[in-house]
């Protein structure tokens, strides 16, 4: 990563800056995320590539993400990643960040699971 994108994301480590980023950029100046509410969480994510003794692990991090506690049920986790030049393949990394995240809570709650049936 470049010394650009490790100022703004440096900048944006504070909850009332990555709020109003969110706030102004995604949500259209809706005020959708409270900066009391944000929390930090695990950005590091590991896949697997292959079978048997050719399996392959990767790691991958984003570059922030935070969880929304809204104190309701519904859990918002609210990502971004800084950029310095044009990258195209960005949307397929964020989707397979994005699945990654769906993958580890899926993995989770089997566990939780299959502890509640022992």
């Not at 005020?31 to 930090?40: F, G, S, T």
């Not at 990643?81 to 044009?86: D, G, H, I, L």
């Not at 960040?97 to 022992?118: P, S, V």
């Amino acid at each position: 990563m470049g010394e650009k994108n490790d100022a703004i994301l440096r900048y944006l480590e504070d909850n009332a800056r990555f709020a109003d980023l969110m706030n102004g950029a995604v949500f259209g100046g809706v005020q959708a995320v409270d900066p009391q509410q944000l929390e930090n969480v695990s950005e590091h994510y590991t896949e697997t590539e292959g079978k048997g003794r050719k399996l392959k692990y990767r790691g991958r991090t984003r570059d922030m993400i935070r969880r929304v506690r809204d104190g309701g049920s519904i859990l918002r986790l609210v990502a971004l990643e800084a950029q310095e030049t044009v990258d195209y393949g960005m949307p397929l990394r964020c989707m397979n960040y994005d699945a990654q995240e769906y993958l580890r809570q899926a993995r989770a709650i089997q566990r939780k699971n299959g502890k509640a049936g022992e």
